[in-house]
């Protein structure tokens, strides 16, 4: 490997599977999803070490082309990575490219998939009251002549929102990039895809005051069914104002 002669993807997993400290290697991002890969896209591969291995390895930690993006990590740090955080849904669809622990490597990778029943419990009673909160500023600033707060607003309970609605469902949020491929393929239970697609498009476009009041009514009986009532009666006669006039 040179200046001149980039590492390639294909090279690099030659190299990894030869390596016996190597236990995994897993690809995430646009080349993890069907349909989603363009001119543009890189490879992005975590390798996965054998714990307290030693590897020639470890010197392309960090390495990235517009290729090749690699993040070289041992296997106890692949189990901690995104539990929680921003890189969860990555590996939650991610690829398996080499798996040499009998399945381990994708059950690590099904774990992050799916949240923990109390894990999910209580993200989804925070995401709802974020989310009440952004739509009933948006509304009141709607209501008060306060048209681009209002749009604001607006915007910010779309990201709350679709929080709340993955975390009901005990899923890590998908990117922005892949929300429409993640509901195309794994529909959230009880919503049509292209009418919350359109909801959701509208609201962050204009700050549709009926759209917003129409989601948060489908909203409430969701999590009031999912146990989550006290945290919207703390709103108290707030919630008037987010229902349907």
Not at 65 to 84: C, H, K, Y
Not at 187 to 215: H, I, K, M, N
Not at 219 to 228: D, F, S, T, Y
């Amino acid at each position: 490997m040179t200046a001149q002669q980039p590492l390639t993807y294909d090279a690099l997993v030659e190299l990894a599977t030869a390596d016996p400290a190597v236990v995994g290697l897993v690809l995430k991002g646009s080349r993890a999803h069907d349909g989603m890969t363009t001119q543009h896209s890189d490879h992005d591969l975590y390798v996965v070490l054998a714990d307290d291995a030693t590897t020639d390895l470890t010197r392309l930690a960090g390495y990235r082309t517009a290729e090749l993006d690699l993040v070289i990590v041992s296997l106890t740090e692949f189990r901690a990575a995104g539990m929680p955080g921003f890189e969860r849904y990555a590996l939650a669809r991610a690829r398996i490219v080499l798996d040499r622990l009998d399945g381990d490597i994708a059950r690590i990778i099904a774990d992050k998939a799916r949240l923990g029943a109390d894990e999910a419990f209580q993200d989804a009673g925070g995401w709802l009251d974020a989310y009440a909160n952004s739509l009933y500023r948006s509304v009141k600033n709607h209501r008060d002549g306060q048209a681009l707060a209002a749009r604001l607003d607006a915007a910010d309970s779309i990201r709350f929102l679709l929080e709340l609605l993955f975390a009901l469902d005990r899923r890590p949020r998908p990117y922005n990039k892949y929300l429409e491929w993640e509901l195309a393929r794994h529909p959230l239970p009880g919503w049509d895809t292209d009418g919350l697609l359109r909801a959701v498009d509208r609201v962050s476009a204009t700050g549709d005051v009926s759209v917003q009041r129409y989601l948060f009514t489908r909203v409430e009986a969701a999590a009031r069914e999912a146990g989550h009532g006290e945290v919207l009666d703390a709103w108290g006669d707030d919630l008037a104002l987010m229902r349907p006039q």
